[in-house]
């Protein structure tokens, strides 16, 4: 049974840092792809950031220079640092693997 218990969301004001994690478990994390998806309330769910087993990154336009996904295999761990926060990244964030989503954990950033 795969368990992704995603940690770190909470309030910050605008231009500030928050850095979410995702623990992993019932899955070989070292050879699955992590994701990280958003959805603000009224939109859909979309991909923030995606870090392959080696490691390549992939960012949607709208975080690329202000958010950073990392992984450390040996904690089973995948990370989201973000940087430079606007109002607009105020969402709840998912730690996904193929298949698999983790429950959710709300980011709100002020003005």
């Known amino acids: 049974q795969v368990q992704l218990v995603e940690s770190g969301g909470g309030s910050v004001q605008a231009g500030g840092s928050l850095r979410l994690s995702c623990a992993a478990s019932?899955?070989?994390?070292?050879?699955?792809?992590m994701s990280w998806y958003r959805q603000a309330p009224g939109t859909e769910r979309e991909l923030v950031a995606t870090?392959?087993?080696?490691?390549?990154?992939h960012y949607a336009d709208s975080v690329k220079g202000r958010f950073t996904i990392s992984r450390d295999n040996a904690k089973r761990t995948v990370y989201l640092q973000m940087n430079s926060l606007k109002p607009e990244d105020t969402a709840v964030y998912y730690c996904?693997?193929?298949?698999?989503w983790g429950q959710g954990i709300q980011v709100t950033v002020s003005s």
């Open positions: 870090i392959t087993d080696r490691s390549s990154t």
């Open positions: 019932g899955i070989i994390f070292d050879l699955n792809t």
């Open positions: 996904v693997a193929p298949g698999s």
